[in-house]
RNA sequence: GGGCGGAUAGCUCAGGGGGAGAGCAUCGGCCUUACAAGCCGGGGGUCAGAGGUUCAAAUCCUCUUCCGCCCACCA
C-alpha cells in the first residue's frame, strides 16, 4: 500500500509547477534519444530561429506543434530526436549590431571586418541563449545534447563541402548580372528576399528629340533619374506610329549622348506613350532588352545609392535627390512634357525595409534547374507529402519557373565564399579548408579570398543532414536521417523547404523529411501577419507570464485548424486556461476520494462486475483514446486537443465524478469506483500531456501508483475495446435524458432548491423500466429531488407539467400551483416546432423520389422520426388538455 | 494580370451532402463530497447574395459582392 500523497493545492499557479518540470526534464535529459535498437527512430529538425531572436507568437505555435509531435511519439515508443538550434540569419544579425554601433559613433568599415566579427560573436554569445531559454519555457522537448547554430564549426565544414562540391560540378557560377541591392545593407538581395509594397507615385513624359531634327519621341517613366543611364529608346516594331523611327538617333536631354531608337517586342503599345526608355544598368526588363540588342550597361547609380560620375553633372547626388534635380532640370529645359499620378509597385529589402535598387553586378549564382528537377519529382510521387495537401501546387508553382539563385552577399557576418583567387595567375579555386596557401595552377602564395558571404538561407537549406554531422558519415545520420516530419509555415516554403529538398536529394540521395505540415500563421485581429514595426505583435511570453504555458500551447493547438490562419485573442487563452483549472481540480476531487485507496487496478475487476457508469466511463474513454490518436497522426491537432477537452470536462466532470460520488458512498462499489477515478485520470492525463506536459506532469507526480520517472515515460494510451452493451446505452441515455429533463422542469419553474416533488417516469419499455428500477438513486441524486416513480401506464392528471423524451415521459406533480399560462405557452411552442418538423418529413415522404432514391437506412430513420413525432403531437396534444 | 483561402450566434472561430456547434459575452437560478476560474438551466443564427447539381445543399459546382494572402520585369 502506497502511503497517498498530500492533496493539490486548491486552484492551480502554473507558476508554481512550470519552472519546477523544466529544471527536471532539461537536467536528466529525457529529451535526447536513447539508440535503443528495439524502437523505432523519429526526427524532427527545428525551423531555427535567429539567433539574437527573442519568441514570437509565431514560434510558440510552431513549437508547440513539434513538441506535441515529439511527445506524442516518444509515448507511444519512438526513439525521438528533435534538434534544436538557432540560424546567424547575415542580414538581419549583422543590422542588430550595426544599430548598436551606431549607438556608439561608429560604422562597421571603420571597425572593419575582423573587429566587426568579433562584435557580433560577443553578441551572439550573449543574446544567443535567449531564445533557446524562451523555447525551453514554452515547454519544448528538443533533445537538447543536440543544440546546433549554423555557423558551429561542423555546419560550417558541411557549408564549404556543399558550395566546393557544386561548384565542381558546375552549378555555381559568378557572373554579371542584374540584382536586388539594398543601398542601406550594402549587399545584393535574392529574389525572394525582396518585398513589394503598392505606393503612389507618378509617370513622367520625358521629351527624347531626333538627332536629325526630323521630330520627336515621347517616352513614359516613373524614375525619370535613371534617365541619365540610358542607352537607347524601345518601341514595338509592330507599332505603326513608331515604326519608322527605329534605327534613327535620339539625343538624351540633358547629357546630350546620342542613343538609338530600337524594336522589341516585349514592349507594350498600350501602356504609356508606346515608346520605353532603357535603362540596362537598373531595371530588370531593360536589362533582357539590352542583352538582346547588345545595348551598353552604364550605371549610373552607386551601391551606396548615389549617382556616379557617368550621370555628369548629378554626380554625389543620392538618388532621390537627383530625381528632383533632373525633373527640374527637364522641366527648365522643356523636356517634361506632362505628369500623371500613377501607383507603382516598389521593391523593399526584406530586412530593413530600404527601396531597393536593381544594379549591375559581379555575384555568385546556383544554377537551379538541375536541382529542381527531382525536388520537384519527389513531391509528385508522395515521397514527400504536404498536410494540408494544396501548398504543394503553391510549391510546384515556384519550382517549375525557378530561376537560379543569387548566393552572394556583400556583408560580413555569415559563411565567407570559400573561393581564392590567385592574384599571379588569376585562377579561381574553391577550397574545403578554411586556410588556403598556394595557388594549384602556379604554385603562387599571393591568394586572396573572396569577400563576400553567402545567403544566410544557404546553410539554413543543409539543415537536416549537416545538423546530423554530415559530411561525415555518422551514427545520427545512419539512425535519423531522413527526418520523419518538418513543421513550418507557409511564408518560408520558397526559402527554405524547397531548398532543403533540392539540397537534401542532392547530397544525401534521400529526401531531408518524409512529410512538411504547414501551420497557419497567427494574425493580429485584422488578420494582418504580426510584426514589430506594425506594433501588432501578441507576446507569447507576456501571454506564459499571465496565463501560464500550458494556457498558451493548448489554446494555440486548439485554434490551429489545417489551413486557416489564426487571429489569437486573450480571451480564447482564458477560456482555456479556466480548462487547466477544470482538470486540476477534478485530479484534486480524485486525489481526496483516495485516501483509503487500497491500490488496485482495472484488471483486478471483472467488466460484469462494474457499476453501470463505470463501464459508460471506459468506453467513452476508449471512444476518445481512438478519436484523438486518429486526429494526432493525421495532423488534425485542434480536433485532438478539443476531443480530449470535451471529454474531460463535459463527460468524465460533468456526468461520471458526480455519479462516483454516489458510488463512492456504496461500500460495495466503493474500491471499484476508486480504481476508476483513477484510471480515468491517469489515462486522461496521459492522453493531455502531448497538449499541456507542465500540469499534467505535475497532477501524474501526485497520483498513488505510477510508474516510471515522468509522464513521457509512460505509453500513450491505446484503445482497449471497451463497450456498452445495446441495453446498457439505452439504460444510460434514459438515465439521462430524465436528470436533464426534471432539472430543466425544476430551473424553468424556479424549484431548484425544492427536493419533495412527485415525479413520475413512464416508459413502455418493459426492460427499460425494470432496469431504470435499480438506478433511481442516481437520478434522485443528480437531479436533486427526494424520489421518482416508474410505471408503464399512467392515470392523466390534472396539472401536471411533462415532458417527452426519447424513452418515455417524464411527469412532474409540483404540488404548489403553478402557472398554468406558462406551461400551456411552452407546450405550444413546442406543438409548433413539432407540427414544422412533421410537415418537412411528410414532405420528403410523399416524395417518391426521395423514397427510391435516398438510401434505405436514411428512409427508414426518417420514417422512424415521423412515427416518433407523430406520437409526441399525440402526447402533447393529451398534456395540454390535462392543463 | 494570375493563383489560393475566407464570409456560420454579439465577438473569436470549429464543422461540412440527410435533425445548426464551441469558447467568450448575455439572461435566470445555485456556495451542491474537487472547481464561483465553478455548477444547473435558458435565449440567440434565412450558415454573405444569386443560380445550378441532387430525392436532399450551410456543406458540391458556377457567378456576384466583400475581406485576406501569395506569385508576376507593364516602363
Known amino acids: 500500500m502506497k502511503k497517498e500523497k498530500k492533496a493539490l493545492d486548491k486552484g492551480y499557479d502554473p507558476k508554481l509547477v512550470e519552472e519546477k518540470w523544466l529544471e527536471e526534464w532539461v537536467k536528466t535529459k529525457i529529451f535526447d534519444p536513447t539508440f535503443d535498437p528495439q524502437k523505432k527512430p523519429f526526427s524532427i529538425v527545428i525551423p531555427p530561429p535567429n539567433v539574437t531572436g527573442s519568441l514570437h507568437i509565431g514560434h510558440a505555435l510552431n513549437n508547440t506543434i513539434q513538441d506535441v509531435i515529439a511527445r506524442y511519439k516518444r509515448m507511444d515508443g519512438y526513439d525521438v530526436l528533435w534538434i534544436p538550434g538557432t540560424d546567424h540569419a547575415g542580414i538581419a544579425t549583422q543590422n542588430v549590431v550595426e544599430r548598436e554601433l551606431a549607438k556608439e559613433g561608429y560604422t562597421r568599415h571603420q571597425l572593419g571586418r575582423e573587429k566587426f566579427l568579433e562584435r557580433v560573436w560577443q553578441w551572439k554569445e550573449r543574446y544567443g541563449q535567449t531564445i533557446i531559454k524562451q523555447l525551453q519555457r514554452l515547454g519544448a522537448s528538443c533533445s537538447w545534447s543536440y543544440l546546433r547554430f549554423t555557423m558551429d564549426e561542423g555546419l560550417s565544414r558541411a557549408v ?42 507618378k509617370l513622367w513624359y520625358l521629351i527624347y528629340p531626333l538627332v536629325d531634327g526630323s521630330g520627336e519621341i515621347v517616352v513614359a517613366t516613373t524614375r525619370p533619374e535613371t534617365m541619365l543611364g540610358d542607352t537607347a529608346v524601345a518601341v514595338n516594331p509592330q507599332d505603326e506610329r513608331y515604326k519608322n523611327f527605329i534605327g534613327k538617333l535620339v539625343k538624351l536631354p540633358l547629357l546630350g549622348r546620342e542613343i538609338p531608337v530600337i524594336g522589341d517586342l516585349s514592349v507594350d503599345p498600350e501602356f504609356g506613350t508606346g515608346a520605353v526608355k532603357v535603362t540596362p544598368a537598373h531595371d530588370f526588363a531593360d536589362y533582357e532588352i539590352a542583352k538582346r540588342h547588345g545595348l551598353p550597361f552604364l550605371k549610373v547609380i552607386d551601391e551606396k545609392g548615389r549617382m556616379t560620375k557617368e550621370a555628369g553633372p548629378y554626380q554625389g547626388l543620392d538618388r532621390f535627390s537627383a530625381r528632383e534635380r533632373v525633373l527640374e532640370d527637364l522641366q527648365a529645359q522643356g523636356y517634361l512634357l506632362k505628369e500623371e499620378d500613377y501607383e507603382l509597385v516598389l521593391g523593399h529589402c526584406y530586412r530593413c525595409g530600404t527601396v531597393i535598387e536593381p544594379l549591375l553586378s559581379k555575384q555568385w549564382f546556383v544554377r537551379m534547374k538541375p536541382l529542381a528537377q527531382p525536388a520537384i519529382a519527389a513531391v509528385e510521387y508522395d515521397f514527400i507529402k504536404f498536410y494540408p495537401e494544396n501548398w504543394k501546387n503553391l510549391y510546384f508553382d515556384w519550382m517549375r519557373n525557378i530561376r537560379d539563385w543569387c548566393i552572394s552577399r556583400q556583408i560580413w557576418w555569415g559563411h565567407r565564399i570559400p573561393i581564392w583567387y590567385c592574384q599571379d595567375c588569376g585562377k579561381i579555386m574553391a577550397s574545403r579548408e578554411e586556410e588556403f596557401s598556394q595557388c594549384l595552377e602556379c604554385g603562387s602564395t599571393n591568394l586572396k ?42 511564408d518560408i516554403i520558397f526559402f527554405w523547404v524547397a531548398r532543403m529538398i533540392m539540397m537534401g536529394l542532392h547530397f544525401m540521395g534521400a529526401i531531408p523529411f518524409a512529410k512538411v505540415y504547414i501551420h497557419a500563421l497567427v494574425r493580429d485581429e485584422k488578420g494582418q501577419k504580426m510584426s514589430k514595426s506594425k506594433g501588432n505583435v501578441i507576446d507569447p511570453l507576456e501571454m506564459i507570464e499571465k496565463y501560464g504555458t500550458d494556457a498558451l500551447r493548448f489554446t494555440l493547438i486548439a485554434l490551429a485548424a489545417q489551413g486557416r490562419d489564426i487571429k489569437l485573442s486573450t480571451s480564447r487563452i482564458e477560456g482555456f486556461k479556466h480548462f487547466l483549472n477544470k482538470l486540476w481540480n477534478v485530479s484534486r476531487f480524485v486525489l481526496l476520494n483516495l485516501e483509503d485507496f487500497r491500490g488496485t487496478r482495472l484488471n483486478d475487476y471483472t467488466w460484469k462486475g462494474l457499476a453501470l457508469f463505470s463501464k459508460w466511463i471506459l468506453a467513452e474513454l476508449d471512444n476518445t483514446i481512438g478519436a484523438v490518436r486518429k486526429f494526432l497522426d493525421e495532423y488534425e491537432f485542434d480536433q485532438a486537443a478539443l476531443r480530449a477537452y470535451h471529454f474531460l470536462w ?67 494510451p491505446v484503445v482497449e475495446g471497451y463497450s456498452l452493451s445495446e441495453d446498457e446505452k439505452t439504460l444510460v441515455n434514459s438515465i439521462i435524458e430524465i436528470i436533464k429533463a426534471i432539472r430543466y422542469i425544476k430551473s424553468e419553474y424556479k424549484l431548484t432548491s425544492q427536493r419533495d416533488l412527485k415525479v413520475i417516469f413512464r416508459t413502455p419499455d418493459e426492460g427499460l423500466l425494470s432496469n431504470l428500477k435499480e438506478k433511481g438513486k442516481i437520478i ?98 393529451r398534456f395540454l388538455e390535462d392543463l
Open 650 to 716: 463535459d463527460t468524465f466532470c460533468d456526468w461520471y465524478v458526480e455519479i462516483a460520488k454516489l458510488y463512492l458512498q456504496e461500500e460495495k462499489l466503493r474500491e471499484q469506483t476508486q480504481a476508476i477515478l483513477l484510471h480515468v485520470l491517469e489515462t486522461t492525463i496521459k492522453l493531455l500531456h502531448p497538449f499541456i506536459p507542465f500540469i499534467t506532469e505535475e497532477i501524474w507526480h501526485n497520483l498513488p501508483k505510477r510508474a516510471g520517472k515522468f509522464l513521457l515515460n509512460t505509453s500513450y
Open 780 to 877: 434522485t441524486y443528480l437531479a436533486k429531488i427526494d424520489q421518482i416513480e416508474f410505471c408503464k401506464e399512467k392515470e392523466r392528471k390534472k396539472g401536471e407539467v411533462s415532458l417527452i423524451l426519447n424513452t418515455g415521459e417524464v411527469y412532474v406533480d409540483l404540488t404548489k400551483e403553478i402557472n398554468l399560462e406558462k406551461e400551456k405557452e411552452r407546450l405550444l411552442k413546442e406543438k409548433q416546432k413539432i407540427e414544422e418538423k412533421l410537415a418537412q418529413i411528410e414532405k420528403k415522404l410523399k416524395n417518391r423520389d426521395f423514397l427510391e432514391r435516398a438510401p434505405q437506412e436514411i428512409v427508414k430513420k426518417e420514417k422512424q422520426t415521423y412515427q416518433e413525432y407523430r406520437e409526441r403531437l399525440a402526447k402533447i396534444q
Open 449 to 490: 579570398q573572396e569577400e563576400d558571404v553567402l545567403d544566410t538561407w544557404f546553410s539554413s537549406a543543409l539543415w537536416p543532414f549537416s545538423t546530423m554531422g554530415w559530411p561525415e558519415k555518422t551514427d545520427l545520420l545512419q539512425r535519423f536521417y531522413p527526418t520523419s516530419v518538418l513543421v513550418t509555415s507557409f
Open 160 to 201: 564549404r563541402e556543399v558550395f566546393c562540391r557544386l561548384f565542381e560540378e558546375g552549378l555555381i557560377y559568378r557572373g554579371d548580372y542584374i540584382i536586388n541591392w539594398c543601398p542601406r545593407c550594402e549587399t545584393a538581395l535574392a529574389d525572394l528576399e525582396v518585398e513589394f509594397e503598392p505606393k503612389a507615385g
